[in-house]
């Protein structure tokens, strides 16, 4: 049997019917991590011992006729920002090269705890700064689709991962877009939850009034599990929000009659980008969604805002990799400053040490009212913008990126605004802290896949999926594996 064609409902059902064993499904996804491997190179590390010990578990208890979760068997790989207890948590720096995670992520506890198999750890942009998964200090991963492109970022490792079906779920991080738009990249489903849904404990923070944890799958059920499994409230993660235990499908929905799906006006964007949104537009109103134009203008500020508010935050979060306390030490260091001023040196690469330098400019005594502080003023206002928008719409709908997959080092270095732009529609989700989840929405004439980004109000996650799952049940020819 093809065991990466199944959902990862449908591959727990067959572990609780006694149809696979934990140890067989584990053997199965560890093999063919491997073999994808070889060609798209999406692990930093592949668990062997730590997911066959965890997979004779769920088949010891199974046999006591323990209780088993609505996870057990399931194959996941998670990004390398978040811990593992005991195993290497990298982000795809130097500097945190041979750092072992002393605790496991919230996250990534409770998928273990619903009895999900821990396949591997994935390659990403160095502390998720980037759009490519070219900024890891390692190696870059191609895209599954088509290895001479990128399969995005920061968690590519993740979304080419579960592409490959390399394993059937995976856990990304997303402070400005890092779910999505890989996800968009590689053909399948990412969703970004609500600001404070799921908790940061345990995840490196980047930008930590942005970040947040979110589910990348091949279908929008997946995620709905997931993300059922990862979020609540947590002691560890004072954001964490209070609410009553949810499921994020609950019923399937029959069309997306009644629903209206506001659209920001944006201007240029490149012609095929439009024509498969247009698509897709047609799409969600053949389904029942009334379409209205927003008036959106704000947004124009988006990337300003998230490239001066974001590294500020990364700046003061990257301040504790000193030599002294995590990771790297440089060997060329001779007195105390040189341990701070060299292993900073040696260890971070040139993405992060650009951050860094852009958040302490941004945050200097003679900038903080000319650039921070202004930022965090349009924040207010694009959190205002979209609470007003909302009053005339349920769900907003955007392409996810402004173009398909491009070329590994295909974007200058030398100008980094190429890659930052990017993120246009994706950053405005942080920014507000609002739910967004990027479906594939068809291929380009090289055959590239296209994502359709669709936006809730905050806490309405739910209906963002439910909506997700009425489009991907019409639009199924989307939701393609690559040949590996
Ligand atoms: N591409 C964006 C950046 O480089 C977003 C990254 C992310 O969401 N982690 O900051």
New binding site residues.
């Given amino acids: 049997m093809e065991l990466f064609r199944l959902s990862a409902r449908a591959l727990n059902r067959l572990f609780l019917d006694r149809k696979l064993s934990a140890e067989e499904i584990a053997l199965y996804f560890l093999k063919r991590a491997r073999s994808c491997d070889r060609q798209i190179q999406a692990f930093l590390e592949i668990l062997e011992e730590r997911a066959l010990k965890q997979a004779r578990l769920l088949d010891h208890q199974q046999a006591a006729g323990e209780p088993l979760g609505p996870l057990a068997g399931v194959p996941v790989a998670i990004k390398n920002n978040m811990h593992i207890q005991g195993v290497k948590t990298t982000c795809g720096s130097k500097i945190l090269k041979n750092y072992r995670a002393p605790f496991s992520a919230t996250a990534v506890e409770r998928l273990e705890k619903a009895g999900a198999l821990l396949i591997g750890t994935t390659n990403l ?1 160095e502390f ?4 490519s998964t070219e900024n890891s200090a390692f190696f870059p991963t191609l895209n599954p689709w088509d290895p001479g492109l990128v399969p995005g ?2 968690s590519g490792g993740s979304a080419a991962a579960v592409a490959s079906r390399s394993v059937l779920l995976a856990l990304g ?6 779910i999505r ?1 890989p996800a968009a990249f590689c053909g399948i489903v990412g969703f970004k939850p609500t600001y404070g849904r799921v908790s940061r404990s345990g995840l490196v923070a ?1 930008a930590s009034s942005f970040d947040q944890i979110g589910p990348l799958a091949a279908s929008c059920e997946d995620i709905a599990l997931a993300l059922e499994t990862i979020h609540g409230q947590d002691p560890k993660d004072a954001t964490t929000l209070d609410l009553c235990k949810e499921t994020f499908l609950g019923h399937d929905l029959a069309s997306l009659q009644g629903l209206t799906i506001g659209v920001p006006k944006f201007a240029d964007l490149k012609p095929e980008t439009q024509s498969n949104f247009n698509q897709n537009l047609t799409v969600l109103q053949k389904l029942g969604a009334t379409t209205i134009e927003l008036d959106l203008d704000i947004l124009k500020y988006a990337i300003a805002v ?1 490239y001066i508010l ?1 590294p500020a935050e990364a700046s003061t979060n990257l301040a504790r990799f000193d030599g002294i306390r995590f990771g790297y030490r440089s060997p060329q260091a001779t007195n105390l400053d040189q341990v701070y001023e060299l292993s900073r040196e040696e260890g971070f690469g040139a993405e992060v040490k650009r951050r860094i330098l852009i958040g302490t400019y941004v945050l200097s005594a003679s900038c903080q009212e000319a650039f921070y502080k202004k930022a965090q003023k349009v924040r207010t206002l694009t959190i205002r913008a979209f609470e007003k928008a909302f009053e005339t719409c349920d769900l907003i709908a955007t392409p996810t990126t402004p173009s398909s997959a491009f070329a590994i080092g295909g974007k200058p270095s030398d100008d980094p605004l190429q ?2 732009l ?2 246009l529609f ?2 405005p989700v ?1 920014i507000a802290g609002l739910p967004a989840l990027s479906l594939p929405s068809g291929f380009d004439r090289q055959n590239r896949p296209f994502g359709l980004q669709l936006i809730g109000p905050q806490l309405h996650d739910q209906k963002v999926l439910q909506a997700g799952r009425v489009f991907e049940k019409a639009a199924s020819a989307n939701f393609k594996i690559p040949p590996l």
């Fill in positions: 942009d998720a700064m980037g759009s970022g920061s991080s997303d402070t400005g877009g890092s738009q980047f998230y974001a890659m930052y990017e993120d994706t950053v942080n």
